[in-house]
């Protein structure tokens, strides 16, 4: 079950049809009306959803009141939750504010990827809060689209959404937020500014940051993975390194010694810890923070539950899901050919907890987005 944060500005786009040249700002949004526009990006937000109605049990929206949202999604008959703050006057008229509101709480629920609809200042609205911590996608509905976090289509949109649904290789990239000057620009000046990035997942044919005659070379693409683990290494915590050979890349490319069938604890580059117990990794836990890095075992798709036992449930339940790392090669995300990941820690409530998507490293500034699923979901049926 996938959980999609929906936000749509419903007037986002509203002056373009009548020469205005954008829809920043209530004054802009009133004498478009005020010209008989019409507001067009629900319009649009269907044509991206109506591509996802064939996997309506295999995905729950958390959406806005009112025309932000919540009018269309019911109407659709999607599984849908609706968010309940200072934006229930969104059911009528909206501002950035609301958008802005609804980013946050979107973002304190956990949603798996934020889709919205609007233009270049909702993508600004959107960045301001949301900035890299969740991947979003956005629906273009506004007249500036400056911004390459936008699908080229409104379908478009629905199709990423559901290969991400279905457990398709999604790449997950940064790309910049910007926004140009309505006021210049109605003077025939263009002065577009950077505001940020937001992490935007990619569908098609994924390209690998390694290869030899279009084939991923493992040795190189191990390499890679460990590149970019060790860049990111926070001081002053603790990396519980779990068993396998991909992990047992990064203990050689920082010349540590491995316990292949184990795991290890690595503090500021170096071996803390040998072979690490439950008892272990929690006792180090009350002194450290702490972050685990795993691989995908076997051909199941275990992250959990098989050959690293000692990440119990206790321990995972200390750690929190956004301190589990996960890697892989290319070569072995395909290999599951669409099933998804799975999380076995013998607590059946923890385990649902982990339900959804997970970033997965797969290389050099290479992250895809992965599905974790459950021993009885629908996720597993072929």
Do not use: W
């Amino acid at each position: 079950m996938l959980t999609l944060g929906l936000i749509i500005n419903p007037f986002a786009g509203i002056g373009g049809s009548v020469a205005l040249k954008g829809s920043d700002g209530d004054s802009i949004v009133a004498e478009a009306l005020a010209r008989g526009a019409q507001c067009k990006s629900n319009d649009r937000t269907r044509l991206a959803l109506e591509v996802l109605m064939p996997l309506t049990n295999r995905l729950k929206i958390i959406t806005c009141p009112g025309m932000m949202g919540q009018q269309l999604v019911a109407e659709l008959g999607f599984n849908h939750q609706v968010l309940h703050s200072e934006i229930e006057r969104g059911i009528t008229t909206t501002t950035a504010e609301d958008t802005k509101r609804a980013a946050q709480q979107l973002l304190d629920q956990r949603v798996d990827i934020i889709l919205f609809a609007g233009g270049d200042g909702t993508a600004r609205d959107i960045c301001s809060v949301v900035s890299d911590n969740i991947p979003v996608l956005g629906i273009p509905a506004g007249v500036k689209i400056h911004s390459a976090v936008y699908a080229v289509t409104p379908k478009a949109a629905g199709e990423v959404i559901a290969q991400l649904v279905r457990g398709e290789l999604i790449d997950v990239k940064a790309y910049d937020v910007r926004d140009i000057d309505e006021d210049a620009f109605r003077n025939n000046i263009v002065r577009a500014k950077l505001y940020g990035e937001m992490r935007v997942p990619q569908a098609g044919q994924f390209v690998q940051s390694v290869k030899q005659g279009g084939v991923e070379v493992e040795e190189l693409v191990l390499q890679d993975i460990a590149a970019e683990l060790i860049q990111n290494m926070e001081d002053d915590t603790v990396y519980f390194m779990g068993s396998g050979k991909t992990t047992l890349a990064i203990m050689q490319e920082l010349g540590l010694d491995n316990t292949l069938l184990g795991i290890d604890a690595v503090l500021n580059h170096q071996l803390l810890q040998a072979d690490v117990s439950e008892r272990d990794i929690l006792a180090l836990l009350d002194q450290y923070p702490g972050k685990v890095v795993v691989s995908i075992i076997g051909g199941q798709g275990h992250i959990i539950g098989r050959g690293n036992q000692q990440l119990s449930a206790a321990v995972l339940k200390k750690l929190g899901k956004e301190n589990l790392q996960v890697i892989a090669t290319k070569a072995k995300i395909s290999a599951l050919a669409g099933k998804p990941l799975i999380v076995d820690s013998g607590d059946n409530a923890l385990d649902e907890s982990y339900a959804g998507t997970i970033e997965v490293t797969t290389g050099y500034q290479d992250q895809i987005i992965y599905p974790v699923g459950l021993v009885n979901s629908d996720a597993f049926a072929h």
